[in-house]
């Protein structure tokens, strides 16, 4: 089945403390991204990256950090998580060029930073 | 700059009757793509359709419709004979088609459906 898995799909942690959401597609795709979700915001794009060792900051990138070292995975990291980044987290990937296919999301992460 | 505007956040309406979500766009682009996402209550997001900027056709897809219309930036989604299963928050999103960025997606701030029994 082809999907998108984001792991964990709830964190509560303590600002400060680093942490690391991961996502992992199974369809091959060239492009991913992390959205984050805030009420009255829709979602934000924080980065993306077309392939491997390829990542461009998105709109909402302070505090974060990515790396594509393989093609399936596509890690979230907070070096430093604050309350601010409390949020739904979405991870996508697509193909590249753009293809009638949609991208293809996640089911999410709720961050809970205190 | 991309931009999607959702101007009505929640809508409530009684099971049965008809309800149009609206969705204005802005692109410096000709060429782009516009999508409309489901969000129900469990969390996930649920793809409903994908228009490219050439194609104005009008779309139907069992109870849901799209109209296109270039000449005003709107993509509005139509729900006929409404569902409490159809509660859920829907996202209208654009893409441009420009290189590198095919791929990035502008999403509206969402509009509340619920659908009272």
């Known amino acids: 089945e082809a999907q998108v898995t984001q792991n964990p799909r709830y964190l509560i942690t303590v600002t400060g403390k680093k942490l690391t959401v991961t996502c992992s597609q199974n369809?091959?795709?060239?492009?991913m991204s992390w959205y984050r979700q805030d009420p009255g915001l829709g979602l934000r794009q924080i980065y993306y990256s077309m392939n491997v060792e390829v990542t461009d900051k998105g709109d909402v990138p302070e505090g974060y950090k990515v790396s594509r070292k393989e093609k399936r995975n596509f890690p979230l990291i907070l070096e430093s998580p604050s309350p601010n980044q409390t949020s739904l987290y979405f991870c996508?990937?697509?193909?590249?060029?753009?293809?009638?296919?949609?991208?293809?999301f996640g089911d999410g992460t709720r961050l809970s930073i205190l | 700059a991309q931009k999607v505007t959702q101007a009505q956040t929640e809508i409530s309406v009684v099971e049965k009757e008809d309800v149009t979500l609206d969705c204005v766009y802005e692109t410096r682009d000709t060429t782009y793509y516009l999508f409309w996402y489901k969000q129900p209550p469990s969390g996930e997001l649920v793809f409903l359709i994908r228009?490219?900027?050439?194609?104005?056709q009008n779309e139907i897809s069992g109870r849901y419709s799209w109209n296109f219309q270039k000449s005003t930036s709107s993509f509005n989604f139509t729900i006929t004979a409404s569902q409490v299963v159809d509660s859920a928050v829907y996202f209208c999103a654009l893409s441009e088609a420009k290189s590198g960025s095919a791929r990035q997606l502008t999403f509206g701030s969402g509009t509340q459906l619920t659908v009272l029994p």
């Open positions: 228009r490219n900027s050439f194609d104005e």
């Open positions: 996508a990937s697509g193909t590249v060029p753009d293809s009638n296919q949609p991208q293809h």
């Open positions: 369809m091959n795709h060239e492009y």
